[in-house]
């Protein structure tokens, strides 16, 4: 993208595309109500972003699935997503750049060097280290050299995404690729983790363009999420919470329990232990979501959700057993193999207490008899 | 790994094996010591004296009439935070899921707020059996380490419980791994202490109620 | 954890115990412990295994009731010997002695529990009756004195009379031999004494109590026999009921004394041994004889109340009317609640007419006397003892019952010397007495 646009401030470019100060202040305003910001604080926004230039953002994708870009292009408000594009200066990503092979690297390098220290880098996909790092490789090069050498020059590094967050599936185990995430990569620059599988592109829109606003990190919870949409969890902001306080659980899919739209806590729901807004900003322009489609929360936000068992186990259960949770099976083997040992260890006790019955009761006897000759 | 994780996964895993383990071992241990034979004539037939032996493992439930007066107190107590427990471990959604997952079998929840407040009845009533035993100079003699450990240990599930419920503390998963870490220790130190007289109760009663019963003695 | 030091604690003040034998203290406790552990089968386990430390026994011991002390609690009297099972042979006995979980006891704190087992209990069962565990904590409390036993730690009464009783028959020197003397009471009394019948379908014990206080009551087992016209007999070889080593808790001297009775039996090949007017004899006889002895007895055991009441229902007994105003009864707890032998006295008072008027606490649920268990004989005990008879007699006056009756000679024994010892004005009779003061003919029994 050429380089004059990184220098005009946002405000010059929305008034040279024809968008009108008040459509402007709207989207932030809305924005705004998205961070659970107060109202005036989106016209705030909206003054800061008009003066503030659009920093270069280089987006790298590693072991992904374009899941998340395909959920942040999917925005149903596609003049918000005009903004974003106009808000940021996109100069490098791989999937939707117009330019290839060595003209994208190029792009890269360009953008680095030109904004290196202001820079913000989005990456999507965790960074495969096994094996010298071949398994995901760009022009010849590993994902971890070229994260190493993008994340020196950036202000912050934005992760999208569960695998570029905490490692996501490919992380999964037995993880072949050795997958890892940014943070344990990267230790030196500011990381702003946007978990989710995929996350919601308002999330993904409403983080970068907080930084953009404040040109900070944002707060941020033990797992560096923003805490304006990672601060509760989905079961908090859940519809069907009632009927989770009432005690009433859907126990199949097809159930009354389910028919009448009851807490889904025993078909497995993680809502309890996810933080995420899906509850609140739903998906797909505010439609819906899993839940509210009767599907359980798969906890996809959260590190590791994919090793912690079953996605339609409560998560009262043991996650243990062939099925990666316990069923009944499983425990009768368990506890028949464990009970089958404490019978034999309880059968040698007593045979050690008999024996030892015997010598003492000898022993006396001898005594008795010593006394009495 | 977090910590629920490790809660639900190898604590867990550890846990049941290890009850299991020790119940069995502390059940067989005792019924494989010697059984004395019985030589004296019978004053009932054998039959009569099961039937007492079953009378006995019911009837102990309640005190006799006799007794009422100066256990009636205990006796109340008991029952009430026996009762307390077992409709919070029964009643409670997240349990019954647990629960079906162990035996495959589920039942309806009582609502969540009722199991709370039951839960924290319970715990006070707990805490007036701590306090009883404390203060009354018979079982101030009795108890030992096991008795105010198997109480600190079904209390501190409780306890830990009703943060998780109320999410009281700390955020919710680390409550939940908390009140599920508590509830392992709890399981590896049942068939240990005192909390197996969940499995004695009844044999105990019948038991010894047949051996009187076959006298023809009151049980 | 470790209660035994507690306990010393509690127990302040230190009791005084007697020992026998010339053992070393180590070897005492060794043997206490081994006494225990051995005489350990699985329903004993079970019965310790299973005790939760709840204390309700205290509320039915009329020893706590009466002093709330509560070393008295019925369990507590265990409690040196709950830890030997502990560690010999409950089901973590070996991590109990490889972690030296249980500390071993000196003899001295030992001793000290001579006063729990023996001057506090009277193995009367009542304990066992309100353990919501369904635990015969009595049964327990008989084990721990063979343990004490073991270790030359009964009670010196106790023991010197089980002794005695081993050696020669009797619990203790008589002027003249029982034999002679139970002679002597029926010529007295007029009545005939069978004596060393070589066959009889009956064979009659006598309770060494009766014969050296209540010789009345022999002359009435003698009448009583006469009037049913039964074929009976004493045996000069097997003539005392009692079992001190039942009491003193020595487990073969109990066999040893209790073998000269079946064999006598055996030998005159009677039907049925009938144990007198005393409880712990029949304890002995009735539900522990045959286990001792090895094999079951070709003969019955039954208590003279049973009996006459079995002879009543075959129209044998007659009896006539008796007038002696309202009266109670006095439960003996080996007879009743631990024997089962409650609806046999009723029956026959019911026969006699006898209005009786039942205890507070009766039947299975009746006071101990105090001086079951071999109390009695422990001088030592005799203050503690009178602190709790003191709600029985309470008890007793309440019913305003003009005639206070019971069927156990060691029972009658206790009351009389509660009598002296509080001045209290009813005389505990023996309702076989009264029996015997009311046959009817045979004229009487057709109208």
């Known amino acids: ?373 | 790994m977090d910590l629920l994780q490790f809660a639900r996964g190898p604590a867990l895993k550890f846990a049941l094996i290890v009850f299991c383990f020790g119940v069995l071992w502390r059940l067989t241990a005792v019924f494989l010591l010697r059984h004395e034979r019985t030589l004296s004539e019978p004053r009932h037939p054998v039959f009569r004296a099961l039937m007492g032996g079953l009378l006995a493992a019911g009837s102990r439930s309640a005190p006799h009439r006799e007794f009422i007066r100066r256990t009636g107190y205990s006796e109340a107590l008991g029952y009430s935070y026996h009762i307390g427990l077992f409709v919070v471990v029964l009643a409670f959604g997240p349990h019954i899921a647990f629960l079906k997952s162990l035996f495959g079998v589920s039942w309806p929840a009582l609502p969540n707020n009722l199991v709370t407040v039951i839960a924290a009845l319970t715990l006070t009533l707990m805490l007036a059996v701590l306090l009883r035993r404390l203060t009354h100079r018979v079982l101030r003699l009795l108890s030992n380490f096991d008795d105010y450990f198997s109480w600190f240990i079904t209390a501190l599930v409780i306890v830990t419980g009703l943060m998780a419920s109320t999410h009281f503390g700390a955020p919710y998963e680390q409550l939940l791994a908390w009140h599920i870490l508590s509830f392992d220790a709890l399981l590896v130190w049942f068939p240990f202490g005192k909390l197996m007289h969940a499995f004695y109760i009844f044999p105990s009663r019948a038991i010894n109620g047949y051996a009187l019963a076959r006298k023809g003695a009151s049980v | 954890m470790n209660t035994v030091a507690t306990a010393g604690a509690a127990a302040a003040v230190k009791t005084a115990f007697d020992r026998q034998g010339a053992l070393g203290e180590d070897a005492r406790v060794d043997r206490a412990m081994a006494g225990f552990a051995c005489d350990f089968g699985a329903l004993s386990a079970l019965r310790l295994e299973s005790c939760i430390h709840c204390g309700m026994c205290a509320d039915a011991c009329h020893f706590y009731i009466a002093t709330e002390d509560p070393q008295y609690t019925p369990i507590w009297k265990v409690e040196p010997f709950k830890q030997a099972y502990k560690r010999e042979s409950g089901p973590f006995a070996p991590l109990f002695r490889l972690f030296g979980f249980k500390r071993k006891l000196t003899a001295d704190e030992l001793g000290q529990w001579q006063h729990l087992l023996f001057d506090s209990c009277n193995l009367c069962g009542r304990c066992s009756l309100i353990c919501p565990m369904g635990i015969d904590v009595a049964a327990l409390i008989e084990q721990a004195r063979h343990a004490m036993f073991e270790a030359g730690l009964a009670p010196k009464e106790l023991y010197e009379k089980a002794a005695h009783q081993k050696r020669t028959g009797q619990p203790e020197d008589s002027a003249e031999p029982y034999r002679d003397k139970l002679l002597a009471i029926g010529r007295s009394h007029g009545v005939d004494i069978p004596l060393d019948k070589p066959e009889a379908d009956v064979m009659l014990t006598v309770p060494r109590t009766d014969i050296e206080h209540y010789p009345e009551a022999v002359a009435a087992l003698a009448r009583v026999m006469s009037h049913m016209n039964v074929s009976c007999t004493f045996r000069s070889d097997g003539l005392v009921a009692e079992n001190y080593a039942y009491y003193a808790g020595g487990r073969e001297w109990q066999r040893d004394i209790s073998r000269r009775l079946i064999e006598q039996a055996l030998a005159c090949k009677v039907k049925v041994l009938i144990v007198p007017e005393c409880g712990h004899a029949y304890s002995a006889l009735r539900w522990e004889a045959a286990e001792l002895y090895g094999r079951p007895l070709p003969f019955k055991v039954r208590h003279i109340t049973e009996y006459l009441a079995a002879q009543l229902d075959a129209g044998k007994l007659r009896l006539r009317q008796a007038a002696n105003g309202v009266s109670t009864f006095h439960d003996p707890c080996q007879l009743v609640r631990k024997g089962g032998v409650t609806e046999s006295p009723r029956k026959l008072l019911r026969a006699m007419g006898v209005e009786l008027r039942e205890l507070d606490d009766h039947g299975a649920f009746a006071f101990c006397c105090g001086g079951g268990g071999g109390v009695l004989d422990i001088q030592r005990a005799a203050p503690l003892r009178y602190r709790a008879m003191e709600s029985k007699l309470r008890e007793v006056d309440q019913t305003g019952a003009q005639t206070f009756l019971t069927s156990c000679s060691d029972c009658r024994r206790t009351f009389d010397d509660g009598k002296r010892h509080f001045n209290w004005d009813k005389t505990p009779q023996s309702l076989l007495e009264l029996i015997a003061d009311h046959l009817g003919s045979a004229q009487e029994a057709r109208s």
């Not at chain 1, 709207?26 to 604080?41: G, Q």
């Open chain 1, 1 to 373: 993208m050429p380089e004059y646009q990184a220098r005009q401030t946002i405000g010059e470019l929305l008034d040279r595309q024809g968008i009108s100060r008040r459509a402007f202040i709207k989207y932030c305003t809305a924005m705004a109500s998205l961070m659970a910001l107060p109202p005036l604080a989106g016209r705030a926004m909206a003054e800061q972003l008009r003066a503030a230039r659009r920093p270069s953002v280089i987006y790298l994708s590693f072991q992904e699935c374009t899941g998340c870009l395909e959920s942040l292009t999917r925005s149903f408000s596609p003049s918000i997503e005009n903004m974003i594009f106009n808000v940021i200066s996109l100069d490098y990503d791989d999937t939707l750049m117009a330019a290839a092979g060595h003209r994208a690297e190029a792009a890269r390098d360009q953008a680095m060097k030109a904004n290196y220290g202001k820079y913000l880098v989005v990456v999507d996909g965790s960074v495969p280290t096994a094996d010298g790092g071949i398994y995901n490789c760009a022009a010849g090069r590993t994902a971890v050299d070229i994260l190493t050498e993008t994340a020196k020059g950036a202000a912050a590094i934005v992760c999208v995404g569960t695998c570029s967050s905490f490692g996501g599936i490919p992380f999964a185990d037995p993880n072949p690729t050795g997958a890892r995430p940014v943070s344990d990569l990267i230790g030196d620059k500011p990381i702003i983790n946007v978990s989710g599988c995929p996350p919601i592109p308002e999330v993904i829109t409403g983080t970068l363009l907080q930084f953009v606003t404040t040109g900070q990190v944002p707060d941020l919870d033990e797992h560096r999420r923003p805490k304006v949409f990672f601060g509760n969890t989905i079961h908090d902001r859940c519809y069907r919470r009632p009927f989770f306080d009432q005690g009433k659980f859907a126990k199949t899919f097809d159930d009354e329990g389910a028919r009448n739209g009851w807490c889904l806590f025993e078909l497995g729901c993680k809502g309890p232990t996810t933080y995420n807004a899906c509850a609140t900003t739903k998906w797909n322009g505010g439609t819906s979501f899993p839940i509210e489609s009767g599907h359980p929360c798969l906890g996809c936000s959260e590190p590791g959700f994919w090793d912690k068992g079953s996605f339609y186990a409560a998560l009262s259960t043991g996650t243990f057993g062939r099925a990666g949770n316990l069923t009944p099976r499983d425990a009768a083997k368990l506890g028949g193999a464990a009970a089958a040992t404490g019978i034999a260890v309880a059968a040698g006790a007593t045979a050690l207490a008999r024996h030892r019955r015997k010598v003492r009761m000898t022993d006396i006897q001898t005594a008795d008899t010593q006394k009495e000759e």
